[in-house]
């Protein structure tokens, strides 16, 4: 798929700037994208968010899988001109629908179209909890259906998003046997009550 796309996006991050606030970058294997995106297609209507996005893979994956606009948040500034780079090599169609942006989760300004955001343990529950009222806030303004998708959630995650949201858990699809570690390789989905 890399070669496909033109983009790079194999590395783990190692350098040791991963900190118990923003955890370190680990690209989705794109077998699990495949397996999880077969069974929970997305449409070209959508508009995709990735928190802790790192060098963007999952941003390509679902632009050129669905073709729908595609948002990428990353903190690390190396990792964001790395997203740029991939951007301006990337094979695809319409890279306009495609943006990225160097900051905070919880300082992302949720734009009122956008419908899917996807976690992979990027961080703690601090910053999920501000970054989720953000998402919230954007409800709020204009009321639509929304989607959280976490791969590989964090209980307390969990935990908060079932006692003090509006969100309810409405699938749970297990990543590939090829890949199940423990039992954490899951998807959980969550959707808003309108």
Do not use: W
Request: hydrophobic share 30%; net charge negative; aromatic share 18%.
């Amino acid at each position: 798929m890399e070669h496909l796309l033109n983009i790079q996006t194999d590395e783990v991050q190692k350098d040791g700037k991963d900190t118990y606030y923003n955890h370190r970058y680990e690209p989705t294997p794109y077998e699990i994208l495949d397996e999880f995106f077969d069974q929970y297609p997305l449409s070209k209507q959508d508009s995709f968010v990735d928190y802790g996005c790192g060098l963007g893979r999952v941003i390509f994956y679902i632009h050129h899988r669905f073709q729908c606009k595609a948002c990428g948040i990353e903190y690390n500034k190396e990792y964001y001109e790395n997203c740029l780079e991939n951007l301006a090599s990337y094979k695809g169609t319409h890279k306009e629908e495609i943006s990225f942006y160097h900051m905070a989760a919880q300082n992302y300004p949720v734009e009122d179209d956008q419908t899917v955001f996807y976690f992979f343990n990027p961080f703690s529950i601090e910053i999920f909890m501000h970054t989720l009222g953000q998402i919230q806030e954007s409800i709020y303004r204009t009321p639509r259906k929304v989607r959280l998708i976490m791969y590989y959630p964090d209980s307390e995650y969990m935990y908060y998003l079932s006692n003090y949201t509006e969100f309810q858990l409405t699938q749970k699809i297990p990543a590939s046997a090829l890949h199940r570690k423990d039992e954490r390789e899951v998807f959980l989905i969550y959707e808003n009550t309108l």
